[in-house]
């Protein structure tokens, strides 16, 4: 007990120095810092919370159909807990990392520790060199699918440009996140994206109930093996968002206290994903096999008072064509959008800003102090994921493709491995920072569980999702191709020209009413 408060003073100590010291306390900065600077339980609880799900929250529906209900509730709830283990162990790691290094007086001011460099410093350099691999590959795919899914959604408040149209202008949008310099700064980033969380799923849930079942609504799944493991490699994708879990612990005051938040945040996204998957589901069945954005079947309907008001809020320039348009849904479903959106600008920047910092620590500019210098410097990361998304914009059965190949080994497969392989001597496991809690087994139950983590993921989650994810997503690119300029959008409903209209063709002459006067 002594040793885990040494632990804590020198960790937490450490980092409060070095995010305040040389700044004026007057009330301009408190007001910035209340804002700004970000550190505590709380703030680490909105920023796993808000960034578990984001877009995956559309084609979880998805997953459902392929699943069936009992199994889309139940891997739910599956892969919840076994994210939220290994989301623990990651956290441990990092505390056994930094409190070896603070003892060895290693100074981290002005540098974010990243999962790689726990691996190097606690495993050797073969174990960096996988880790990073890994974990740069994930977050480069997770931001593409940010920006993918930002393409999707708005087409649908908005298709008189494609698809790929909306890619490349949400390309340029999202690049603005090379200027929030780390995790520390997402503070009111987190907090809303929380609220839109919430917001977009229970719109999905009273929405689809209110528009009830569709006429001769079937409920087959699951029908195919392939269906089957591609929507649960959806969910392993879904409850793996926990790649980030070293930056956000690095920018807390005491690190040590994460252990228990991301489960506290997977209990609470559990209460949106369930109802939200199940009543679209209910409601449009096995349409959601081709449908993989949810968005895509709720029908318009008449505007309601709050969905106004927070048009009103969100998106004031607009405001009054849709209440001309007077359409329940239709209003709600432009807030929902403009909100998916913006959660998926902060998604984006989760992905994506430790793919910043790998790059800033590549070419020597981590250290900077000038934030334009660092953001100028950023910039080519954004590019190749821009490129990725117009090539491969297949929403939907992309996430599975990446849950599979990518987000098995790093976030599950690679952490259990690692814990064991720290810990497997008995001098390493008698002089670690946090021993395991007596209700999980002390080291044998860790252990065991770990094994059948590694096992379970390498088999289920690699073997056979990696087998139904990747002949959908070649099945996707034989059906639409790549580059393909507007994913499963609907056919035109444009009228065929005359076919005798041309541009050199005399217009009719105008048939005036018999009672028409012209006016002086």
């Not at 937490?12 to 339980?41: C, I, Q």
């Not at 998304?389 to 849950?403: L, R, Y």
Request: hydrophobic share 45%.
């Amino acid at each position: 007990m002594a040793t885990d408060k040494v632990a804590e003073t020198v960790i937490a100590g450490s980092y409060v120095e070095m995010e305040t010291e040389g700044k004026p306390n007057d009330m301009k900065t408190r007001f910035s810092k209340f804002l700004w600077h970000g550190g505590s339980v709380y703030d680490a609880w909105f920023s796993c919370a808000s960034n578990q799900v984001a877009q995956v929250l559309l084609t979880l529906p998805y997953s459902f159909s392929q699943l069936g209900m009992l199994s889309g509730i139940c891997f739910q709830l599956f892969y919840g807990l076994l994210g939220s283990w290994t989301a623990y162990l990651i956290s441990i790691l990092y505390v056994e990392y930094r409190t070896r290094k603070e003892r060895e007086k290693v100074d981290f001011r002005n540098h974010v520790i990243q999962w790689f460099e726990v691996l190097d410093g606690l495993l050797g350099k073969y174990w960096r060199n996988v880790g990073l691999a890994f974990n740069c590959t994930f977050l480069l795919f997770g931001s593409v699918i940010q920006l993918i899914a930002c393409a999707s959604n708005i087409y649908y408040i908005n298709d008189n440009l494609d698809k790929r149209t909306w890619t490349y202008i949400f390309g340029a949008c999202c690049a603005t996140t090379v200027f929030i310099p780390s995790f520390h700064n997402y503070r009111i980033w987190s907090f809303l994206g929380l609220i839109m969380t919430t917001y977009t799923a229970w719109y999905l849930t009273i929405a689809s109930l209110l528009h009830g079942q569709v006429e001769g609504v079937k409920h087959s799944g699951p029908t195919k093996m392939v269906l089957y493991f591609t929507g649960a490699t959806n969910i392993l994708y879904t409850f793996g968002g926990h790649a980030v879990t070293v930056e956000i612990m690095h920018a807390m005051w005491k690190p040590q206290k994460f252990k228990a938040i991301y489960l506290l945040a997977t209990l609470y996204v559990l209460t949106l994903t369930l109802p939200s998957g199940a009543a679209v589901y209910w409601a449009f069945g096995d349409m959601l096999l081709n449908h993989s954005n949810a968005f895509a079947l709720l029908p318009r309907s008449p505007s309601r008072d709050m969905a106004v008001i927070l048009m009103l809020i969100h998106q004031a320039s607009t405001t009054a064509h849709a209440f001309m348009d007077s359409s329940y849904i239709y209003t709600l479903q432009f807030i929902n959008n403009e909100l998916v959106f913006a959660l998926q600008f902060i998604t984006f920047g989760f992905a994506c800003t430790p793919l910043y910092f790998v790059w800033e620590k590549a070419i020597g500019m981590h250290g900077c102090k000038s934030l334009c210098k660092r953001a100028a410097a950023r910039l080519p990361v954004v590019i190749p994921i821009w490129f990725l998304a117009i090539i491969f914009p297949f929403f939907g059965p992309i996430n599975s493709t990446v849950g599979s190949l990518l987000v098995s080994f790093t976030v599950y497969i690679i952490p259990a491995l690692a814990h064991m392989f720290t810990f497997k001597s008995s001098a390493a496991r008698e002089n670690a920072v946090e021993q395991p809690p007596k209700y999980m087994g002390r080291w044998v139950g860790t252990f065991v569980i770990n094994t059948f983590v590694v096992v379970w993921v390498l088999i289920v989650g690699f073997g056979f999702g990696g087998w139904a994810s990747v002949t959908n997503f070649v099945h996707q690119i034989d059906t639409f191709g790549l580059f393909t300029k507007c994913y499963q959008c609907p056919p035109s409903t444009l009228p065929p020209p005359l076919p005798h209209v041309n541009a050199t063709a005399a217009l009719p002459p105008l048939r005036h009413p018999l009672n028409h006067t012209h006016t002086p």
